[in-house]
């Protein structure tokens, strides 16, 4: 097996790793969250490129490594991600997404129900009538960017370890470093006063539409997507599994073990 590589591509950079025998042609995609990037996927994909895999994973909304990748909006992000996806020839994927993630990643399933082999939903939420949390409801306020702002690396730090002491030094450096040049604040800002909920109207039924295997992934103390979220996508989506950890919304980095053999076993799995 490869290791994971990080490819510096503009205008998205992303990781990959190819496995040293392929189980099929299929492609998993992971989509990172906020305020994370392509680096909390690195233990996942080790696991499944061990399992056969071949595993791609941008970084998103201008963090990371993404420097030139331009407005951070819902809209362009869902572009920008298209354009990727194009750009690999990748004609169907698993689609695994987390947080932010699922905004963009889902609503581009829905758009392209034929390129979906299978879905794996950890932590989001994807309802029209959905409504945001209240740190984000301050960020799309008039006080957001005084907020955003004051933010310093030790708020930084207590914002990831809002549960647990889950990110080691050498995590928080990382997803800091857009903050640390400003990058990440301009995104923060974009993206959430970008994300009306109602704007996943088209997309109402989408999921259930696709047909494709689907794994709900949760934590079930996540303060940020609540796991009535994960339930309401289980009753929407037939045939779904709904596996919930204890843990919060950092679900892949509060329970790396259980959540990686919960992911390598649905797609190991997976017809």
Request: charged share 25%.
């Amino acid at each position: 097996m490869s290791s994971v590589e990080l490819v510096r591509g503009s205008p998205i950079a992303y990781r990959e790793v190819l496995p040293a025998a392929a189980r099929r042609d299929d492609a998993v995609v992971l989509l990172h969250g906020f305020p994370e990037s392509s680096r909390m996927w690195i233990g996942a994909m080790e696991a499944l490129a061990g399992a056969g895999f071949r595993c791609l994973a941008p970084d998103l909304y201008a963090l990371g490594d993404s420097r030139g990748f331009g407005a951070a909006t819902f809209e362009h992000s869902l572009e920008r991600f298209g354009e990727w996806i194009d750009s690999l020839d990748l004609e169907r994927l698993a689609l695994v997404v987390h947080d932010w993630g699922g905004f963009v990643g889902l609503a581009w399933a829905c758009e392209n129900p034929a390129r979906i082999a299978s879905l794996a939903i950890s932590d989001t939420g994807f309802f029209a009538d959905g409504k945001w949390h209240g740190m984000a409801e301050a960020l799309r306020g008039d006080g957001g960017e005084q907020l955003i702002d004051a933010l310093d690396r030790d708020g930084f730090t207590a914002l990831l370890n809002s549960s647990d002491e889950i990110f080691d030094p050498e995590d928080v450096d990382a997803y800091w470093e857009p903050f640390a040049d400003g990058r990440g604040q301009v995104a923060t800002l974009q993206f959430y006063r970008s994300m009306d909920f109602e704007k996943l109207a088209p997309y109402e039924g989408g999921l259930a539409a696709i047909g494709a295997p689907t794994l709900l992934l949760w934590g079930r103390d996540d303060p940020f997507a609540p796991l009535a979220g994960a339930k309401r996508l289980e009753r929407e989506i037939p045939g779904s599994e709904l596996v919930a950890l204890d843990a919060g919304h950092f679900v892949f980095d509060e329970r790396p073990r259980e959540s990686v053999e919960a992911l390598v076993g649905f797609l190991s799995n997976t017809p």
